[in-house]
């Protein structure tokens, strides 16, 4: 089975064709600032983006023809549960409307289909950032005013477990218990139970462990003060939380790599912040281990930060006793998206109708 793989950025669209899944062609084009700065919604992009990605497949003499199906990078979409969507009329009115927010991903599925229909093959989309499998009691937050949220690393969270399920334990997803951490610029720590994440930190904006660019769960009184001290805008704020939080806001940096080498050439505040960031993510570990009772098949580790040894092996130092710790470093968002759309076609599974 032949697919065309599209992940879109804010800067960049990351395209793919894979047989089965072997990747046979890879390619990042990437737009410049003077480019985008004509659309003033990234919805606006879309035809501009659809050119750049049919342009480069007859560069590379690849037709359309050959393709049985186009996958796309899910969007901001209702909360849904986890698996490969057709993108269907609905779905297309949701992303086009931005019904939960503006983001580059949202393309995704909007030139996925387009593609697709252009020689009638399907378009999926595969465990895109909302999945919401939780639970109802870890929806309570404390306050009726607040509900907790899911946003997260979901397709990476996702193959990663499938994989480990198969590769190390010889079982389907469906039939193992996993706490998952996606270390990169956010981090996400999933209790996946039986092919469900029923609980997981929102890691973008306000959960879980600080990491490179966000301050995870900060004081809530003290934040209050900070926002009513007149000293900052909401937006301000918002940076702060997301964006400029973390290890942006302890070093004045975003590389995780930059931090442990600093740490590593005897920066001693380097070496705490780095270290304090271990001993959150490991805090949390046993958070969602205790989530499922303790029956927990292994502990799996992903993410850009997962290269860096030093940085696991503090981790799990900490854990270890919960379970096995298996690390998978990186993220291979274009072969989770292969292999979702795969599935499908396959007969694995079938694909999900969003609604």
Not at 124 to 153: K, L, N, Q, T
Not at 166 to 192: C, D, M, P, T, W
Not at 264 to 293: C, F, R, T
Request: proline share 3%; net charge neutral.
């Amino acid at each position: 089975m032949k697919q065309l793989i599209i992940n879109p950025g804010s800067t960049s669209t990351k395209i793919a064709v894979y047989t089965d899944e072997s990747m046979i062609f890879e390619k990042t084009i990437r737009h410049t600032n003077e480019e985008l700065q004509s659309f003033k919604k990234v919805v606006d992009q879309f035809q501009f983006r659809k050119e750049m990605i049919i342009s480069s497949l007859n560069e590379n003499n690849i037709s359309l023809n050959e393709l049985d199906a186009v996958v796309g990078r899910g969007g901001l979409l209702k909360p849904i549960e986890g698996g490969t969507y057709s993108v269907n009329d609905k779905l297309v009115e949701d992303l086009k409307t931005n019904i939960k927010g503006e983001h580059a991903s949202n393309l995704g599925a909007l030139l996925a289909r387009s593609i697709a229909d252009e020689v009638n093959i399907p378009s999926f989309i595969v465990d895109p950032v909302v999945v919401d499998e939780m639970e109802d009691v870890a929806r309570i937050s404390g306050h009726p005013e607040f509900e907790r949220i899911c946003i997260w690393h979901a397709l990476n969270q996702k193959a990663v477990a499938r994989r480990a399920a198969q590769e190390k334990f010889g079982k389907r997803y469906e039939e193992v218990n996993f706490v998952v951490v996606h270390l990169g610029g956010g981090i996400s720590i999933g209790a996946h139970k039986k092919g469900k994440v029923i609980d997981v930190n929102n890691a973008l904006n306000g959960e879980g462990p600080f990491s490179p660019e966000r301050s995870g769960s900060l004081p809530a009184a003290q934040l209050v003060k900070m926002c009513f001290s007149g000293k900052y805008t909401e937006a301000e704020i918002n940076k702060i939380i997301a964006g400029k939080g973390g290890i942006c806001a302890y070093l004045g940096t975003n590389s995780a790599k930059e931090v442990s080498d600093r740490a590593k050439a005897g920066d001693e505040k380097a070496k705490l912040i780095y270290s304090a960031m271990a001993y959150q993510v490991a805090k949390a570990i046993g958070e969602y281990a205790v989530v499922l009772n303790g029956d927990v098949d292994a502990i799996l580790i992903t993410g850009g930060i997962a290269y860096d040894k030093d940085f696991v092996k503090m981790i799990e130092d900490k854990v270890k006793f919960i379970a096995k710790v298996i690390v998978s470093p990186g993220e291979d968002e274009l072969l989770a998206l292969a292999q979702g759309g795969l599935r499908v076609l396959k007969g694995v599974e079938e694909a999900k109708t969003y609604k």
